[in-house]
């Protein structure tokens, strides 16, 4: 599994796999001093709590902006969706790749795979190294298809995640969900949407680094209306149900624990499409009677 799986590309693909099939547009902003940001904050008696969306990988050109810079140089904790201090999670991962991701004996990809589909996958990696990958059920074969392709791209770079850690240098590192969960997550997907997984890395391989750009610039646009008009886009409601809106709930409800028994400042940092709509975290947050603050650059 080591082959294809580095230290970091899984939590890295995780969260890109929901994405890889939404067309983000570029967005402009009438007035940069005044635009919205991808935090927000809520506080109690002794606790900041910031809030992050983040993208997991970012073209290696990419610059932050001061107020990330501020939150994440103030934290004393970070809390991000899988803990990157240690290499007990990398570890984890592979360990439950070998036991969740991969077929039993006699059995393999290719007897799930449509034809077509199979025939492109196969001329995707190689006949040379074809059986390698072929005991690797479809959720886990993605994986294997985003690092071979997409992550091969030498403008990449790594996501917020890592440079919030740099940057927060002095913060306790707190995990949202672990490896387990977003493995259970993936694994729990229907063969369907494990194959739409295949259709679309294949689908958008050639201009990762292309829809990855514009991804970023709507990032940094905060526009959420938008990204949450594009987010409704997502092929499978089961998907996007599975990989989004129930995490959600485990995240509002984390974010309620660490300001219920934290104290000082906290910045939580996860995907940013966990923060969309009406079942994104500020909402599911709101809903519990918090006061959540959606930040701008005027506020720094």
């Not at 969960?181 to 680094?209: H, W």
């Not at 970023?216 to 499978?236: A, I, P, Y």
Request: charged share 20%; glycine share 6%; proline share 4%.
């Amino acid at each position: 599994m080591k082959t294809f799986m580095g230290r970091r590309r899984f939590f890295i693909t995780f969260c890109f796999t929901i994405f890889i099939t939404i067309t983000l547009p570029v967005l402009g902003s009438e007035n940069p001093e005044e635009s919205p940001l991808m935090l927000w904050s809520i506080e109690d008696e002794d606790t900041t709590l910031y809030l992050m969306g983040t993208i997991h990988i970012l073209p290696s050109s990419f610059t932050h902006a001061f107020p990330y810079y501020r939150v994440a140089t103030m934290a004393d904790y970070l809390a991000l969706e899988v803990d990157i201090s240690t290499k007990d999670s990398a570890d984890r991962m592979v360990t439950l790749l070998q036991t969740k991701g991969m077929y039993p004996q006699g059995k393999s990809v290719e007897d799930d795979l449509p034809p077509q589909l199979l025939h492109d996958v196969k001329d995707f990696f190689g006949a040379s190294s074809w059986n390698q990958f072929k005991q690797l059920r479809p959720w886990a074969l993605n994986f294997a298809l985003i690092e071979a392709g997409q992550f091969a791209n030498t403008g990449l770079g790594d996501g917020h995640e890592q440079w919030l850690f740099q940057q927060a240098s002095q913060a306790q590192v707190l995990e949202v969900e672990g490896v387990d969960a977003q493995v259970r997550a993936l694994a729990s997907l229907s063969l369907k949407d494990q194959i739409g997984l295949i259709r679309a890395s294949l689908n958008e391989g050639q201009n990762f680094q292309e829809e990855l750009e514009r991804m970023v610039e709507v990032w940094q646009e905060g526009d959420l209306e938008q990204l949450t008009l594009e987010m409704e886009e997502l092929k499978s409601p089961t998907m996007a149900q599975i990989l989004l809106f129930q995490r959600n709930h485990v995240m509002a409800d984390k974010a309620v624990e660490y300001l219920n028994t934290l104290a000082g400042t906290v910045l939580m940092a996860v995907g940013c499409g966990h923060f969309l709509g009406e079942q994104g975290i500020p909402a599911l947050l709101e809903e519990q009677g918090l006061t959540v603050k959606r930040l701008y650059s005027s506020d720094f």
